[in-house]
């Protein structure tokens, strides 16, 4: 170890313990057995993919663990984890300097510090930003001595937070005209709707996850649903083991507010001097009563209408965390505050490459892929991060990766087996394009995109086993024009067809 005060070198340096940067110092670990390399991380808990699975050529399934650091390094004896979060980045010099006063001089830098929730106001105690494990257990806690919560948002977690809620009143307050619009279309929603307000709950199958809570680190005075403390993004299955249920005997209520969002928000003090009237729980189409109840906290509409709840889930997205990169640094960066990087994952600036939330893909993407701020994608880009690191240190050529030339994501919802191909949404494809559908109401929703006779997108849900046959379609663009709708016709056996 270096005298104090005097800088410590390494050859490979990478900042963020989430999915992109564990993945990255690993395969760069594995490549250069007798370097050393340094992965900061504000966090003592990492996360590390699992039981991982290639379920075709571009899809893959993996659980998401935490581990303490200790377990990383007992794994890769060349990987030093650094616990402090980065104070100042001088790329100029090639040097990271930590908020524990210590500085290092790196030859490659890989940046992977993810991304933060987009909370829709900052510092209101009644509003909950929903991103990681620990957000998760704040509102856990809260959701014990709620009546009523309002969940604004439409991703995938505040699609699952909605579904796993019992015994609460929820408002869902969505900006869409349906539910789950990144993942789905309006139909996929309407077949899962059913799932969102049945009263019995199939049993979820058991989940494999292993926790790891930091001795004493769960009540050091946080305060009420602080999450500014960044923490990692939640797996797919993160709301297992959690038991989210509020006070009420009642299984599940949910009311949906559709395109609208949040124009303002009151405690309980400004609403009272307002003098304006809030509603109860729609209890049908027509249902205006005012509410006699005096609620912490009051969200109104941009549909003007004013709802009081116990608090608020701001489940809105997140912003890459590029902030305490910034100064001083003359990165490029892109329309989502991303750090650009080329399809050799490099920033703007030399030997500085990024992989994972923190990063905006600026290359030109294949057709059917594109990028999203999901899991599976931070594995495959710090993955690849780290090859392209190798390579560069090596003075080698390499080829982008194939998993960057489709677009493929695999995931639950509400208990159903969800796989999303390509275009799925026709993202970008205008209305030149159509739709094909097949549904089973309860069992299966397929949809897939064609333009000109080709296969573009898709959405599965259900036990289809189609997504092998339908990602060889995709890839190989062959024209489908002659089979028309039999394409989709279940007495037909399509995968017989295109093996």
Not at 262 to 270: D, G, M, T
Request: glycine share 8%.
């Amino acid at each position: 170890m270096a005298e104090p005060g005097r800088a410590v070198r390494a050859r490979f340096a990478v900042v963020g313990g989430g999915i992109a940067g564990v993945t990255c110092a690993e395969q760069l670990a594995a490549e250069f057995p007798s370097e050393e390399i340094f992965l900061m991380t504000a966090s003592p808990v990492i996360k590390a993919v699992t039981n991982f699975k290639q379920v075709s050529k571009t899809l893959e399934e993996f659980d998401v663990e935490e581990q303490p650091s200790s377990l990383l390094e007992k794994r890769y004896p060349n990987i030093r984890v650094i616990q402090s979060g980065v104070k100042q980045l001088k790329s100029d010099e090639h040097k990271i300097y930590t908020e524990d006063g210590k500085e290092y001089i790196y030859e490659k830098l890989c940046l992977c510090a993810g991304a933060k929730p987009k909370l829709i106001v900052e510092g209101n105690p009644y509003v909950l930003g929903i991103r990681d494990t620990d957000s998760a257990q704040a509102f856990q806690k809260n959701l014990a001595q709620a009546e009523r919560v309002v969940v604004v948002g439409n991703g995938g977690i505040a699609l699952e937070l909605v579904y796993e809620i019992e015994g609460c009143e929820v408002i869902w307050a969505i900006k869409d005209k349906a539910i789950g619009n990144t993942f789905f279309d309006a139909g996929a929603a309407e077949f899962l709707l059913p799932k969102l307000t049945a009263e019995s709950r199939e049993t979820p199958i058991e989940c494999k996850r292993t926790k790891y809570t930091l001795e004493g680190s769960e009540e050091k005075g946080r305060p009420r649903g602080a999450s500014d403390k960044l923490g990692s993004a939640l797996g797919p299955d993160w709301h297992e083991g959690l038991h989210l249920k509020g006070t009420k005997e009642f299984s599940h209520k949910v009311h949906i507010e559709i395109l609208c969002e949040v124009k303002k928000i009151y405690l309980q003090q400004e609403f009272i001097q307002l003098q304006r009237t809030s509603l109860t729980f729609p209890k049908g189409e027509k249902n205006v009563e005012a509410d006699e109840v005096l609620w912490p906290v009051y969200v109104e509409l941009t549909n003007g209408k004013i709802y009081g709840c116990n608090f608020i889930v701001s489940a809105t997205g997140v912003v890459p965390n590029v902030e305490p990169f910034l100064d001083g640094n003359n990165f490029a960066l892109g329309e989502d505050g991303g750090l650009k990087v080329d399809k050799h994952m490099h920033t703007s600036l030399p030997d500085v490459y990024a992989a994972g939330d923190i990063c905006t893909a600026a290359w030109e993407p294949s057709p059917v892929w594109h990028q999203m701020r999901l899991w599976t994608q931070a594995r495959q880009m710090g993955w690849y991060a780290a090859k392209c690191m190798t390579a560069d240190a090596l003075g080698k050529s390499i080829d982008m990766d194939f998993s960057f030339e489709l677009f493929a994501h695999i995931t639950k919802f509400f208990n159903y087996k969800v796989v999303v191909l390509g275009k799925y949404n026709a993202q970008g494809l205008g209305s030149d394009h159509e739709l094909m559908l097949r549904c089973t109401k309860g069992h299966e929703y397929v949809k897939v995109v064609m333009q000109n006779g080709r296969m573009m997108g898709a959405v599965l849900i259900g036990e289809t086993d189609l997504e092998e046959t339908f990602e060889n379609l995709i890839l190989n663009q062959m024209d489908l024009s002659a089979y028309g709708e039999d394409l989709l016709n279940p007495d037909i056996d399509i995968e017989d067809y295109f093996d």
